[in-house]
């Protein structure tokens, strides 16, 4: 079973590469039948059943906005990457 089995015309999608979007086309001649056009780009980009486009080896395109908690970059002193006298890496 693929990611977008039962997706239709009107559907509302989010790319990673163009943000939110509407399924208008699905041609299934094509291998990557599904067309979307991005709501703020007047660009259209075709994915396949798994939500990937040609030039994407993962999947792009979902269901819904994908968010990620972004980790603060930690403070390291530079004494903490250097070996101290004596020692090696």
């Known amino acids: 079973m693929a990611y977008f089995d039962g997706i239709k015309i009107g559907d509302r999608v989010w790319s990673f590469d163009f943000g939110w979007g509407i399924v208008v086309e699905i041609n299934e001649e ?3 039948p599904i067309v979307v056009e991005f709501d703020k780009l007047e660009f259209q980009d075709s994915y396949n059943y798994d939500g990937k486009s040609m030039e994407e080896l993962n999947q792009t395109l ?15 002193e530079l004494s903490q990457l250097s070996p101290s006298k004596g020692e090696s890496l």
């Open 62 to 76: 979902f269901w819904d906005k994908i968010e990620f908690d972004i980790p603060k970059n930690p403070k390291i």
């Open 30 to 32: 094509f291998k990557i």
